[in-house]
């Protein structure tokens, strides 16, 4: 059934004209389609070529930390990563920044999944975590691992 709107071309006269103008246009449409399809099969499969296994794809450049906040039981602690790409594509990553005491054991940690990289570039990406009072005192370093996702 044709609804309003649709197919607004194809007069609304004897059923057998209208059959016909429909397969017109149906021909017309499996044409397109065989010209898509092989316009599709000349693309490559992925959008980018994949990374060689040891090809280095990005470096910290830097990671910052301070105490921005402070109340009565917790601390906000704020981060500023910064990674510069050495990909000639987009990277998507998750990054965890720790905070660490003065023998580097893990104190609290703040996770960011699926941040996103753009080539050939250095990027900040930064956020906070709030950590309790009772252990803000032995966070003496920070550090920041990244995996790709």
């Known amino acids: 059934m044709i609804q309003s709107g649709q197919a607004a071309d194809i007069p609304l006269q004897d059923p057998l004209v209208r059959i016909a103008a429909l397969e017109g246009r149906i021909a017309q449409l499996e044409q397109r389609i065989v010209v898509l399809e092989n316009q599709s099969k000349q693309l490559p499969a992925a959008p980018f070529p994949p990374p060689a296994g040891n090809e280095k794809l990005f470096e910290i450049v830097r990671v910052d930390g301070r105490v921005t906040e402070v109340t009565d039981s917790?601390?906000?602690?704020?981060?500023?990563?910064?990674?510069?790409?050495?990909?000639?594509?987009?990277?998507?990553?998750?990054?965890?920044?720790?905070?660490?005491?003065?023998?580097?054991?893990?104190?609290?940690?703040?996770?960011?999944?699926?941040?996103?990289?753009?080539?050939?570039?250095?990027?900040?990406?930064?956020?906070?975590?709030?950590?309790?009072?009772?252990?803000?005192?032995?966070?003496?370093?920070?550090?920041?691992?990244?995996?790709?996702a």
Do not use: C, M
Not at 84 to 91: E, G, I, Q, Y
Not at 102 to 131: K, N
């Open 74 to 148: 917790w601390s906000r602690f704020a981060w500023k990563l910064v990674v510069k790409s050495l990909s000639r594509v987009p990277l998507s990553f998750d990054a965890t920044v720790q905070f660490l005491d003065t023998e580097g054991f893990l104190v609290a940690a703040s996770r960011r999944y699926s941040l996103l990289l753009h080539p050939l570039g250095e990027e900040a990406f930064t956020d906070s975590e709030l950590i309790d009072n009772s252990i803000v005192r032995n966070i003496t370093q920070i550090k920041a691992e990244i995996r790709l």
